[in-house]
Nanobody
Framework: QVQLVESGGGLVQAGGSLRLSCAAS????????MGWFRQAPGKEREFVAA????????YYADSVKGRFTISRDNAKNTVYLQMNSLKPEDTAVYYC?????????????????WGQGTQVTVSS
């Protein structure tokens, strides 16, 4: 119903920046809340950030607050994650996700649609 494709991952030094993009297609009106999750080797998938349809409400994990910014451009059906002051512990596969209800969720099982993931590696 909704397809999500992430891009923008790569290798960056600690203290550097990356911007991830997630392009949605299909029934994009179902992507009401958009979120980013990440999963490092040997760890559970964890919430990073989420944004409402209008962009008026955002929520961040404590570990990224003040460093990451989520935004969306509905005309382009795209959500972004600007990552600044990156740390080695930010290294993970980052996944874009969409939720069809208006309430922001922080658990993976609260999201209906998922991208394939993009690798972010931060070197020390």
């Amino acid at each position: 119903q909704v397809q999500l494709v992430e891009s923008g991952g790569g290798l960056v030094q600690a203290g550097g920046s990356l911007r991830l993009s997630c392009a949605a297609s299909g029934r994009t009106f179902s992507a009401v809340v958009m979120g980013w999750f990440r999963q490092a080797p040997g760890k559970e998938r964890e919430f990073v950030a989420a944004i409402s349809w209008s962009g008026g409400s955002t929520y961040y994990a404590d570990s990224v607050k003040g460093r990451f910014t989520i935004s969306r451009d509905n005309a382009k059906n795209t959500v972004y994650l600007q990552m600044n002051s990156l740390k080695p512990e930010d290294t993970a596969v980052y996944y874009c996700a969409a939720r069809s209800m208006v309430v922001i969720g922080t658990r993976p099982d609260e999201y209906n649609y998922w991208g394939q993931g993009t690798q972010v590696t931060v070197s020390s």
